[in-house]
């Protein structure tokens, strides 16, 4: 019995990027031998044993062969004769075609150590196009590694778009492709996912309503980037290198859906693009099943952004109703991460990237004003329904106020 270790582990250690999980291979062993040695088998596909004192995975050595649709169609085989080669071999890419043993000998026979090097991300084997989910974590990847250099080699983006255009995508789960989605959004180059989803003919599949804004122009003076899907990333770009939370960049990602539905007669503009990008959000978010939370923030940046640019500009009430919108009094959080998702909208343009957004600190200094007061500020011969509807116009009035002192 020979245990390996394998995958983004051994990736990871070369490259000097940082990791924490494990996976091991064992090659020459039964499900016999484990379970003695005190391994706990997990998974119903493959045997995968859990180490009985760290509880890092542990799988024998297997081949593989396709036997239907999507990403669960395979046929496993496990057994002493399986070489470590024949195990490796299924794997997506190069790079994560790699073992180690406990001496430290790495054994590479795919040339993965090759293309770390040259930063190039390869397929292995055209077995690569049996799996439809490794297009999206080939995308991943490029996102993840962007920062090094890397990029998928043309061969293998080939083969992306030969999975794209066989209709094999529609076999992934909602919940798988969120999941890839999600961790994909949170790496700091999350825009390169997209970009190299769109390369490859996948974004139109999977995220049609973000493909349609590629080609859509907007007004120069405002966006001189021109494209809305450009612009979409760029917003994006700039949610990742403020490093907001998950809930942010997906808000941010999605937030101009509705300008893909603006009539052909009023291009360049985009009048009421808001409201119209209310229903294509709602149906990302449904469609993927993502979290009520990511949701609401997603619905509300996409319905109100304009206003967060024109914060300076809006009537006292008008912000405090928006404020109210956004539950300002009981999750002041939610203000902040409207707040963060509408400078990043702000900035993602072209040249723009680094031009002040002094309306994030008005928007969070209003929501401060309002927030302290309470109903202990009001007269004592206040009581019932009057109390709410004096706060509420106690609010209003500190806000004209605040607005007088950024006039004057």
């Not at 509408?342 to 072209?350: F, M, N, P, S, Y």
């Amino acid at each position: 019995m020979r245990v390996y270790l394998v995958g983004g582990a051994v990736r990871d250690h070369l490259l000097g990027h940082p990791y924490h999980e494990k996976d091991y291979v064992v090659v020459g062993a039964t499900p016999e031998q484990l379970l003695a040695e005190g391994y706990q088998p997990v998974g119903k596909d493959f045997p995968v044993f859990l180490h009985p004192k760290t509880k890092e995975e542990y799988a024998l050595a297997r081949t593989e062969r396709k036997s239907g649709v999507g990403y669960h169609g395979f046929q496993f085989f496990t057994d002493t004769s399986v070489k470590l080669e024949d195990d490796l071999v299924r794997r997506d890419l190069t790079i994560n075609a790699m073992a180690m043993d406990e001496n430290g000998t790495v054994y590479d026979p795919y040339d993965g150590q090759q293309d770390l090097q040259h930063k190039i991300l390869r397929h292995v084997s055209d077995a690569f196009t049996e799996d439809p989910l490794r297009v999206l974590r080939v995308a991943r990847f490029a996102a993840r590694y962007a920062s090094y250099g890397f990029k998928v080699a043309e061969e293998t983006l080939q083969l992306m778009r030969k999975i794209a255009q066989s209709g094999e995508l529609s076999a992934l789960t909602p919940e798988r492709v969120w999941k890839e989605t999600s961790r994909a959004l949170m790496e700091d180059h999350a825009d390169v996912y997209f970009q190299i989803l769109k390369d490859c003919d996948a974004l139109e599949v999977l995220f049609p309503e973000i493909n349609a804004l590629f080609g859509v122009p907007q007004r120069p003076e405002y966006h001189p980037e021109i494209d809305c899907g450009i612009h979409t990333l760029m917003a994006l770009k700039q949610a990742c290198l403020a490093n907001y939370a998950l809930e942010v960049r997906f808000a941010v990602l999605v937030h101009d859906l509705g300008k893909a539905l603006t009539p052909v007669d009023e291009l360049p503009r985009h009048i009421m693009h808001e409201e119209r990008g209310i229903p294509p959000v709602t149906q990302i978010c449904d469609r993927l099943k993502v979290p009520t939370a990511l949701k609401n923030l997603a619905l509300i940046v996409c319905k109100e952004h304009l206003k967060c640019h024109q914060v300076k500009n809006l009537k006292p009430g008008t912000l405090w109703r928006l404020l109210q919108r956004l539950d300002v009094l009981r999750r002041p959080e939610k203000v902040e991460a409207f707040v963060q998702a509408c400078e990043c909208d702000a900035k993602g343009r072209l040249g723009l990237e680094q031009r002040p957004y002094p309306q994030a600190q008005y928007m969070l200094d209003a929501m401060q004003i309002v927030r302290n007061i309470r109903a202990q500020d009001l007269p004592e011969h206040v009581s019932g329904p009057e109390i709410g509807e004096m706060l509420i116009q106690y609010r209003i009035d500190a806000l004209a106020k605040f607005k007088e002192q950024h006039i004057n």
